[in-house]
């Protein structure tokens, strides 16, 4: 490789670290945020996975499938999906996400909408049906499981 191509691909790496963004949809819009400040999103996005995301929240998963983005969740510029408030099995083991930081559940918790949430995964809604939350399945901050 000549000093030609090595700057190609050094220009062509900056680029793409300059265009590096989140998604996050926020109060039913889509906001882009880049080193630490965030904004409407103006245009449709590709991640670097080959997520598509919409500017209506809409994302064309490189497989093929379609989700909606729900209040409070983020995907990384590399097309992972995060939440910014809520809870996650991730692994085995329930995590909390406050402002967008994970941390490992050190309790049980009562959501607003008045599921309660065990630190071993179980959740007794508020009508009384139990179910157990599995690796990848979401709760937004608010007791509502996220599709």
């Known amino acids: ?50 997520n598509k995301v919409m500017m209506n929240g809409m994302v064309m998963m490189k497989d093929g499938k379609k989700m909606k983005m729900q209040n409070g969740m983020m995907m990384d510029a590399s097309g992972n999906i995060m939440m910014h408030d809520g809870m996650m099995m991730k692994d085995g083991k329930m995590m909390m996400m406050k402002n967008g930081q994970s941390m490992a559940m050190d309790k049980d918790m009562t959501m607003p909408n008045g599921n309660k949430v065990m630190m071993d995964g179980s959740v007794m809604m508020k009508n009384g049906k139990k179910m157990k939350m599995h690796d990848g399945m979401m709760m937004d901050h608010t007791g509502k499981m996220m599709k």
């Open 1 to 50: 490789m000549n000093k030609y191509s090595l700057a190609l691909v050094g220009l062509i790496l900056s680029a793409n670290a300059a265009m590096a963004q989140e998604v996050m949809m926020k109060d039913g819009k889509m906001m882009t945020m880049k080193d630490g400040q965030s904004m409407s999103m103006d245009k449709d996005m590709t991640m670097s996975n080959g």
